[in-house]
């Protein structure tokens, strides 16, 4: 069994949900896990903002719009009139559940279910068009196995369990059509995997049904070797260690989601990135192979906020990073980079909703300075501890660059510099010259 992930713009129109079909209709087993058509998880959220702003009117508006959009690709997509009426009466029950919520309460839950309309409907939308085009395929609802525990984790063993649950009731089913980014959270709730989540959903998939290998299709021909939006002459990366993959996925290269290498990782199975548009293209193979020592990528993550931390009672004590370390634990917000000094700590965070209250937690027993509007440049590929010369010439690179921090040989795959964003383009181009 594979597991195939499509992304929102290989399914974001009639002619794209069309020639997918040319890349699934071999007759090998898989399940697809399909986006909702780009651009429609964006409109869905603001839908949900207006409603929570009781701006019933632009709610209303929107979803009408919506709604026309589907309208037009269906009558694009079918050729026959049993399909479109099936398809007319689709898009009209979900967007009539939609308008329901201009006239009830609105709260976060209502607000993810609102959410998972896309993905619900590329997936109907696609199984009917493979059901016109005479094609076995089964719909398996991904509310019935996908699941997050307490801890907002993926319950991988209720998703094992419901997962094979579901598929066995098809045993002679050869193509499954499954939503990606929806699922339901510990108190059964519709919830989802946060934005950019079915990539999660495939390599969650993946490591329930022990896949063979998982695809990620999308846009782009692989992960590159830095960020082709703001360099140019990037090229594909053709392999990638899990570790390496998941640095870059972490740390910018926005064609992945972050989290979704672990699950194919902890069940060794191989990731391998495509291009929908060009899908001859060799991509991006992510496996636990590692291809030795090298330089393979660099990227970057903006809206950095670097917190600087002193206090003579760090000198020669200990336990000082406990305390605050326990505070950012205290208010759930994960740290990315940090360096010390005897009497200093900087560390960065992305997530600043609870800044201020960290800060006055912290105020009680060091002195704090923050910095806004930072980027943090990450260089991965395998640095072996044994391995000199790399940060000379990653400097090298960097010398007409003020760096604000550096951090290396926290991990073998991953150097990561701290820059102003403003200087965020000077950084990749440089080391885009000097390194590849
Ligand atoms: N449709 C969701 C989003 O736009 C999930 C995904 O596409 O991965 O975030
Ligand atoms: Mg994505």
Redesign the pocket.
């Known amino acids: 069994m594979k597991v195939l992930k499509f992304?929102?713009t290989s399914v974001g129109t009639a002619k794209r949900m069309q020639a997918l079909v040319d890349l699934i209709n071999d007759g090998n087993p898989k399940i697809v896990v399909l986006?909702?058509m780009s651009g429609?998880?964006?409109h869905l959220v603001e839908i949900a903002a207006s409603l929570f702003e009781h701006n019933n009117e632009k709610a209303t508006a929107l979803i009408n719009q919506l709604e026309n959009k589907y309208k037009e690709v269906i009558k694009e997509l079918y050729k026959t009139v049993p399909c479109l009426n099936k398809a007319e009466e689709l898009i009209k029950s979900h967007f009539d559940y939609l308008r329901m919520f201009t006239i009830d309460l609105f709260t976060v839950n209502e607000e993810r279910t609102v959410l998972a309309q896309?993905?619900l409907i590329s997936t109907a939308l696609f199984h009917y068009y493979l059901e016109e085009q005479n094609i076995d395929s089964v719909l398996l609802p991904a509310l019935n196995f996908m699941r997050t525990d307490q801890n907002e984790e993926p319950d991988m063993k209720y998703i094992e369990m419901n997962c094979r649950t579901e598929l066995a009731k098809y045993p002679n089913g050869k193509l499954f059509i499954t939503q990606?980014?929806i699922c339901r959270n510990s108190f059964g709730e519709i919830d989802n995997l946060k934005?950019?989540?079915?990539?999660y959903s495939a390599t969650i998939i993946g490591a329930a049904v022990k896949a063979r290998e998982i695809e990620i299709w999308t846009d782009i021909d692989g992960m590159h070797n830095n960020d082709p939006r703001i360099v140019e002459n990037t090229h594909p990366i053709s392999e990638l260690s899990f570790d390496e993959a998941a640095e870059l996925a972490y740390f910018g290269a926005k064609i992945l989601?972050p989290t979704c290498i672990l699950p194919a990782q902890m069940n060794n199975i191989p990731v391998r990135l495509l291009n929908t548009m060009q899908p001859s293209a060799k991509g991006t193979l992510i496996s636990s192979k590692t291809t030795g020592d090298s330089i393979k990528a660099v990227a970057a993550k903006d809206g950095i906020t670097a917190i600087n931390i002193k206090s003579a009672r760090m000198l020669l004590a200990y336990g000082f990073l406990r305390a605050v370390f326990e505070i950012f634990e205290r208010y759930k917000t994960p740290i990315d980079m940090i360096t010390t000094s005897e009497v200093a700590v900087s560390l960065t965070i992305d997530n600043t909703k609870n800044i201020d209250l960290i800060v006055n937690e912290l105020k009680e027993f060091c002195s704090v300075e923050i910095d806004t509007d930072l980027t943090i440049v990450c260089i991965v590929g395998s640095f072996t501890a044994e391995k000199q010369g790399y940060a000379v010439s990653i400097f090298e690179a960097l010398k007409n660059i003020p760096i604000r921090m550096i951090s290396y040989g926290g991990s073998e795959n991953n150097i990561s510099i701290l820059v102003d964003t403003k200087l965020k383009k000077d950084a990749l181009v440089a080391l885009n010259n000097g390194l590849f």
């Open positions: 992304g929102g986006s909702a429609t998880t964006n896309g993905e990606g980014y934005r950019g989540g079915s990539d989601h």
